[in-house]
C-alpha cells in the first residue's frame, strides 16, 4: 500500500457516458468484474437520466453493548445492519414506471383521436397501487476521474419508498427511488467494483 498522498484517487460520482442506472429481473447473471464497464446486455434496463443529486448510498446499523456485573461493557453486537440507494429518475418511459409500479402494473399502447385519426399517441398506462415489488438486480456506474471507474452491484434490492412527486413548473418530474439493498446469499448488500486505468 502506498504510503503517501495520491491526488488520482480522489473524485466525484459523475455518471459514465452510455448510462449510469441499471436494473434487472432478480437472478440475472451479474456480468464479470471487466464486462461490467461495456455493455450489460438485453436482461439489463437502463432508467435513463437522473436528477443532479446523483445517487445516495447509505448505510444504517444499530448496536447493542453487552455488559458484565457491575456495567462495564465487554463486548459491542451489531443487531441490524441496512444499505439502501436512492436516486430520482427524470426521464418519463415505461423501465421507470414499470420499476416504480410493477411489470404487470404498466403497459404501452397506441391510440388516435377521432377528429385526427392520422395522429396517434404513445400510451404508457401505469397503475398506482401500494403492492410490494420484487426484487431486483441494480447495477450504478460511476466516473470518479478520467482513470477510474467505479460500479456498485446490489444483487437483491427491492424498492421500499417511492418519493413525492411535486408538479409544480420547476423541477423536472419525477419521483425518488430508495432500494434497500438486501443481502444476498453469501450476506453481501452491495458489490463495488473501483477500476483504475495503470499507466503503459
Known amino acids: 500500500m502506498a504510503s503517501f498522498n495520491d491526488a488520482t484517487n480522489v473524485g466525484v460520482g459523475t455518471p459514465m ?4 442506472i441499471f436494473i434487472a429481473p432478480a437472478g440475472t447473471e451479474v456480468p464479470a468484474p471487466l464486462a461490467l464497464l461495456g455493455d450489460l446486455g438485453s436482461d439489463y434496463d437502463a ?20 455488559q458484565a456485573w457491575g456495567g462495564k461493557t465487554v463486548k459491542v453486537i451489531q443487531t441490524s445492519f441496512k444499505e439502501t440507494a436512492a436516486f430520482t429518475p427524470i426521464e418519463i ?8 409500479y410493477g ?20 400510451v404508457i398506462t401505469a397503475k398506482h397501487t401500494g ?12 466516473c470518479p476521474t478520467d482513470e477510474m471507474v467505479i460500479v456498485y452491484v446490489a444483487r437483491n434490492a427491492q424498492l421500499t419508498e417511492r418519493g413525492d412527486l411535486a408538479l409544480d413548473g420547476e423541477k423536472a418530474q419525477g419521483r425518488q427511488m430508495t432500494y ?14 473501483t477500476y483504475k486505468l495503470q499507466a503503459a
Not at 435513463?48 to 453487552?66: F, H, L, M, P, R
Not at 418511459?93 to 416504480?100: P, S
Open 47 to 66: 432508467f435513463g437520466y437522473v436528477s443532479t443529486d446523483g445517487v445516495t448510498i447509505a448505510e444504517d446499523g444499530e448496536t447493542k453493548e453487552i
Open 180 to 193: 434497500t439493498c438486501n443481502a444476498d446469499s453469501d450476506g453481501v448488500t452491495i458489490t463495488s467494483y
Open 103 to 122: 411489470s404487470d402494473n404498466v403497459s404501452v399502447s397506441t391510440v388516435s383521436t377521432s377528429d385526427t385519426p392520422a395522429k396517434k399517441y404513445s
Open 17 to 20: 457516458v452510455d448510462g449510469a
Open 131 to 142: 403492492a410490494t415489488l420484487p426484487s431486483k438486480v441494480l447495477v450504478i456506474k460511476t
Open 93 to 100: 418511459n415505461e423501465t421507470v414506471l414499470a420499476q416504480q
